[in-house]
T-cell receptor, first 116, second 117 residues
Framework: EAGVVQSPRYKIIEKKQPVAFWCNPI?????LYWYRQNLGQGPELLIR????????DSQLPKDRFSAERLKGVDSTLKIQPAELGDSAVYLC??????????????FGPGTRLTVL | AQTVTQSQPEMSVQEAETVTLSCTYD???????LFWYKQPPSRQMILVIR??????QNATENRFSVNFQKAAKSFSLKISDSQLGDTAMYFC??????????????FGKGTKLTVNP
């Protein structure tokens, strides 16, 4: 079974440029998460989707970040414009919805963003 | 808000020996879950073990076991018979209970474990 797929794996951009990250969750997983992991820190949630609905986006900096999950499958996270402080690893995770199965989140390999 | 604290930024252990990683947390919730995740240098986060707060029995997964002290809000990970492949960052994480079983993970800062040959 394929795991969570993310692309690109690495991205280097100049500040003020836009950037987008893509995530394909495990087939059948209703819940999708975007986390940001700063250097030397644990991941922090940016946004959580249940199917197409963003149910927790309280930590998403909405002035420059946006996300979408069309048809409740793939998701895209966008930053426009990027700032130096956005340099981090962006992790996507997915889980099934319901009961104990929903407790385990499966993570993708992440996208390492460097803003120059 | 919940917080998770890992007080050991780095640890090392000799191959085949036992090591314990510490984690404390703060929450006002009564029902929740605790996890240890492993992040090898390749970066993909993998679940190691989980504990339901309502269960008194400590979870065990092969060489990995936890010491869960609910009153003390402590959740340590013991790795027995350490192997070179255990070298990784280890993150302790908290999830509050929700009916759907789907909630965000709150992570600590991690402990970098090195297993030496």
């Amino acid at each position: 079974e394929a795991g969570v797929v993310q692309s690109p794996r690495y991205k280097i951009i100049e500040k003020k440029q836009p950037v987008a990250f893509w995530c394909n969750p495990i087939s059948g997983h209703n819940t999708l998460y975007w986390y940001r992991q700063n250097l030397g820190q644990g991941p922090e949630l940016l946004i959580r989707y249940e199917n197409e609905e963003a149910v927790d986006d309280s930590q998403l900096p909405k002035d420059r970040f946006s996300a979408e999950r069309l048809k409740g499958v793939d998701s895209t996270l966008k930053i426009q414009p990027a700032e130096l402080g956005d340099s981090a690893v962006y992790l996507c995770a997915s889980s099934s919805l319901g009961g104990r199965e929903g407790l385990e989140q499966f993570f993708g390999p992440g996208t390492r963003l460097t803003v120059l | 808000a919940q917080t998770v604290t890992q007080s050991q930024p780095e640890m090392s252990v000799q191959e085949a020996e036992t090591v314990t990683l510490s984690c404390t947390y703060d929450t006002s919730e009564n029902n929740y879950y605790l996890f240890w995740y492993k992040q090898p240098p390749s970066r993909q986060m993998i679940l190691v073990i989980r504990q339901e707060a309502y269960k008194q029995q400590n979870a065990t997964e092969n060489r990995f076991s936890v010491n869960f002290q609910k009153a003390a809000k402590s959740f340590s990970l013991k790795i027995s018979d350490s192997q070179l492949g255990d070298t990784a960052m280890y993150f302790c994480a908290f999830m509050k209970h929700a009916g759907s079983g789907s909630e965000k993970l709150v992570f600590g800062k991690g402990t970098k474990l090195t297993v030496n040959p």
